[in-house]
T-cell receptor, first 110, second 116 residues
Framework: QKEVEQDPGPLSVPEGAIVSLNCTYS??????FMWYRQYSRKGPELLMY????GNKEDGRFTAQVDKSSKYISLFIRDSQPSDSATYLCAFLSGTYKYIFGTGTRLKVLA | GAVVSQHPSWVICKSGTSVKIECRSLDFQATTMFWYRQFPKQSLMLMAT?????????EQGVEKDKFLINHASLTLSTLTVTSAHPEDSSFYIC????????????FGQGTRLTVV
């Protein structure tokens, strides 16, 4: 079983749609949960991070963590063409090393 | 958020030559920086952890003599790809975190290396 599973997509949605991006993980030692956005040929940009189960909201973005199910999600409301990018989930344990998902490519169609 | 600057953003070099990539934390001090490699449509793979004032820690399977890392100051780490070969062509990215636990890591813009 892979330590992190993330659907690679591509995921195509119309502008204004609600987008749901998901990752599952198997390592119970993960303490921090992050979502990064990466545009083509650019470095990842931190969107959100959290360390507890539940929801965390920041503008149009909501990060959700369910530790009991080992499942995290990122919701994007009112999606825009500028949201088109690859979204990476990332996990951090006490070793301070990040474990990344493979990324989901999102296309928001105008 | 904090800014991590990486230079150059792209480089083309001949086989057998060496290439140096710089990673700078512009507005904070980073005792630890990380170097990743990313192949097309794949995730980031950690290559090594760069520690200021000490030797880097390399991940399993990464040749330390080929990928030389120097962390000379609290704001600068360099990765030198020595005797580059076409299979070294990839996207290299550095990151640095502001906190002790390395949460909220910030990434450089990446360097696309092409070896011809």
């Amino acid at each position: 079983q892979k330590e992190v599973e993330q659907d690679p997509g591509p995921l195509s949605v119309p502008e204004g749609a609600i987008v749901s991006l998901n990752c599952t993980y198997s390592n119970s030692a993960f303490q921090y949960f992050m979502w990064y956005r990466q545009y083509s040929r650019k470095g990842p940009e931190l969107l959100m991070y959290t360390y507890s189960s539940g929801n965390k909201e920041d503008g149009r973005f909501t990060a959700q963590v369910d530790k009991s199910s080992k499942y995290i999600s990122l919701f994007i409301r009112d999606s825009q063409p500028s949201d088109s990018a690859t979204y990476l989930c990332a996990f951090l344990s006490g070793t301070y090393k990040y474990i990344f998902g493979t990324g989901t490519r999102l296309k928001v169609l105008a | 958020g904090a800014v991590v600057s990486q230079h150059p953003s792209w480089v083309i070099c001949k086989s057998g030559t060496s290439v140096k990539i710089e990673c700078r934390s512009l507005d904070f001090q980073a005792t630890t920086m990380f170097w990743y490699r990313q192949f097309p449509k794949q995730s980031l793979m950690l290559m090594a952890t760069s520690n200021e004032g000490s030797k880097a820690t390399y991940e399993q399977g990464v040749e330390k003599d080929k990928f030389l890392i120097n962390h000379a100051s609290l704001t600068l780490s360099t990765l030198t790809v020595t005797s580059a070969h076409p299979e070294d062509s990839s996207f290299y990215i550095c990151s640095a975190g502001q906190s002790f636990m390395n949460t909220e890591a910030f990434f450089g813009q990446g360097t696309r290396l092409t070896v011809v």
